[in-house]
């Protein structure tokens, strides 16, 4: 199956994505994917663990997005960039999505990885889309590495975005060499691209955000990071205080990933990473359906 290129209005904003229905027809959720920083929505779609194809074929319709300065809205301004900048646009995005995609599911379901994991999360406090189910961030964790800390803070500087050399990237991004294909961590033009500097230096910030945002999201929430995650220690030391955070949601699931690095989708367990987030979707689908009964 191969995914097809969409465009999202968003005000004065055109999103690009990609998007692939539901193969049976009656999709079980709507699926939104947002990529993070350094990577395009071709991340969500990379062979051979395709996460668009995957969830098409188990019944979920999923759009890939490309966030605000990506894809076709490199020329945003700089001031719409940062986190705070885009969820506006983001947020129009999701109402365009859901009208246009969602109507015949259960709802919106959102999957984060990284920087997008979280926007995820931001667009679910305070006002979130009133179909969202729940989401899941993955990559995007409570205590950064610290010597990874360190090293981004020498690519900050006043330029417009980060161009992360490809051996960087596997060195942060990547777990041990038997973790992931070899193939996989090639530069590829089209889903390796620069990163705007707002969101990257906002990054940078996230572990102190992270606990207020939490306690204003009243959806369920899935929270990973992989075993090998090279910029957020993934260790049960590090996780053990982040369930407590969520205070006004009904369920969360902080886990480990194992044997997978910080792009866990590009590595040999994804498609095993994806059937873990699709029991989640289940599970908020079914609160949904049942939650005044409960």
């Not at 365009?96 to 920087?115: K, L, N, P, R, T």
Request: proline letters at 6%.
């Amino acid at each position: 199956m191969a995914s097809r290129s969409v465009s999202v209005d968003a005000g004065n904003v055109k999103l690009s994505g990609r998007f692939l229905p539901a193969t049976n027809g009656q999709p079980g959720a709507l699926l939104v994917a947002l990529h993070g920083g350094t990577y395009s929505s071709k991340y969500f779609d990379t062979a051979p663990s395709r996460l668009l194809e995957l969830c098409a074929s188990l019944g979920y319709s999923i759009l890939a997005l490309d966030r605000p300065g990506y894809g076709t809205a490199t020329s945003v301004p700089q001031d719409h960039l940062s986190f705070d900048g885009q969820i506006p646009i983001l947020r129009q995005a999701l109402a365009e999505i859901w009208d246009d995609y969602g109507q015949q599911s259960a709802g919106m379901f959102v999957i984060g990885h990284s920087i997008g994991g979280m926007i995820a999360l931001l667009l679910a406090a305070e006002n979130p889309h009133e179909r969202l189910l729940g989401l899941n961030m993955t990559g995007s964790g409570a205590i950064y590495q610290t010597r990874t800390s360190a090293a981004f803070a020498t690519l900050m500087n006043d330029a417009p975005t980060v161009v992360m050399d490809q051996s960087i990237k596997v060195a942060v991004m990547y777990g041990p060499p038997w973790s992931y294909p070899e193939e996989l961590a090639k530069l590829d033009p089209e889903r390796d691209v620069p990163c705007p500097m707002p969101e990257f230096k906002e990054a940078q910030k996230w572990g102190a955000r992270l606990p207020q945002v939490a306690a204003s999201v009243r959806v369920p929430v899935q929270f990973i990071v992989p075993e090998y995650d090279g910029i957020w220690r993934g260790d049960q030391e590090a996780l053990s205080h982040v369930a407590a955070m969520f205070t006004a949601a009904p369920f969360v699931d902080v886990g480990i990933q194992r044997m997978a690095g910080h792009s866990a989708e590009l590595h040999t367990l994804a498609r095993a990473f994806y059937m873990k987030i699709l029991a989640f979707v289940e599970e908020c689908i079914l609160y949904h359906q049942n939650r005044a009964s409960m």
